[in-house]
């Protein structure tokens, strides 16, 4: 373990090796930059990271990872920036964080066997760009943010969305990592280690590739992944009905996620409708989104181009809760049933259809820009919090939700404090996910993540520390009373519980004795999963 004396010494010549291995352009130095990536939208503590690194291959990430960690430097590997969990946010300067996004090649795209081999740097969206001449893509297939969060930085935090409703999160579909580990050595699974194989399984003896999905980077950084491939299915269904209560939107969407039949199926509270409508899909705003449909979708792009037009400039007013549904199908048929099964099943639930614009945008434009998902409708603060519930809890954790957010209603009209939340599934797996919204200083970190007018209409907003205060604490009450009715959580990071909520003390033990061996100094982004140098 190396002491404050070896690190004064140890950190400057680590520096200059890593300038020799990486190229000086690609070890980020200044105060400013080192700040900036060092920085998460979660407003929790943490420390600069003392350089930031910037590698090109496996090879050159392996020799860094080393020379760092035999310098007593903790790794902490940065994917796209779009953590609210300190994800990536280091816990000590001695810390060298390695942003990814040099590592984006596509390697492989196996057409055969069904499998694509990506660097895991690539965005969501380059990768699905590179997918769509082939006509395949993978099964989950990004985040709304994709435009900008990696391929490597959504395993690691387990994330879901596009395909999410019949695919699951995107660990699911991963069947093969490179991992370089503490040490600077390189870790194959799945398959792609077999000395006569390929890549193409990932239940090759125990699942390896388990153990490095959902982990946050603690156990290794993700150099790249296999995911599974699907052909891209040619029809989809469009469904949006609004519902008069949330009891009612749950029971309809609760009974879709059993039939397995929605890509996509997600709700709206008033407030997030309400906001939609004010910086979201509004018919002005929506005019280039209306032209990519319709440049995307020849004859059929057209007319749901014009099925967005004609939703008009305010789709969702006046709406109290609304779902949203894309349902795919290699036939139009299939596609046809599924959608009109949906729908039989939110007008049984008391739901009345409504434009179809929302779910036809995310489709035909899954990865725009992120300030209608990380800033409220007149340039608020956006934090989240979720809790992930089977099925048969989504109707009691969403009244138990709605309990909190009414009771402390006067205390956050006091602050001057929003909230919304938006109700999705994974599988047969329910998330719904309450967000705060308040009026604080954005920062250079948010304010680089939106376009130009409105950084500049938003970047003079004052910090309100006070504010925020109140607004953090409510998001951990919300948190810790998720973690009461046994709710889990995607992007553990170091916000939600892990090593500390586990029951079962052989499994805290396990996980504890991975991290032991895989990082014996716990220099792999201590902290994370609840887990540091004393694990």
Known sequence: MATAATLANDVPRAIQQLQQVLGPDHVLLDEKERAFFSTDLSFRPREIAAAVIRPGSTEELAQAVGIATRAGLAVVPRGGGMSYTS?????????????????????????????????????????????????????????????FATVGGAISQNSLFHGSGVHGTVAESVIGLEVVLADGSVLVTGSGAHRH??????????????????????FGVKAAATLRLITNPAHTGYL???????????????????????????????????????????????????????????????????????????????????????????????????TDLAAEICAEEGGVEMANSIPVVFRGAPFGGVRTILLGSDGEIWIPVHGFFPLSKAIPAAAATERFLAERRPLMEQWGIKTSYLTCFAGPEFVIEPSFYWHDELGQFRLSLIEPEFAAKWRDIPANEARRQVALGLRDELRDLFDSLGGLHLQIGRYYPYTDIMANAPLREVIRGVKKVLDPEGLMNPGSLGLGRAD
């Not at 125990?206 to 999905?213: A, E, M, N, S």
């Not at 997600?266 to 989104?289: A, V, W």
């Open 197 to 218: 194989s390929n890549p193409f399984w990932r239940f090759f003896g125990p699942d390896v590739t388990g153990l490095f999905t959902a982990d946050t980077g603690a």
């Open 87 to 147: 994800g990536y946010t280091p816990d000590r300067q001695a810390s060298v964080l390695v942003d990814m996004r040099r590592m984006r090649r596509v390697r492989e795209i196996n057409l055969e066997d069904m499998y694509v081999t990506v660097e895991c740097g690539c965005t969501w969206k380059e990768l699905w760009e590179a997918l769509a001449p082939h006509g395949v893509r993978t099964p989950y297939w990004g985040p709304l943010s994709g435009a």
């Open 240 to 338: 949006s009905y609004k519902f008069e209560t949330l009891e009612a939107m749950l029971k309809a969407q609760t009974r879709i996620a059993k039939l397995g039949i929605a890509s996509e199926c997600y709700g709206f509270d008033p407030y997030y409708n309400s906001g939609f409508e004010k910086q979201g899909i509004t018919f002005e705003e929506g005019l280039s989104k209306v032209g990519q449909i319709a440049r995307k979708g020849g004859l059929k792009g057209i007319v749901n181009a014009a099925k967005v037009a004609i939703g008009g400039k305010r789709i969702l007013r006046d709406v109290p809760y609304s779902l949203h549904m894309t349902l795919d199908g290699l036939t139009e048929v299939v596609a046809a049933e599924h």
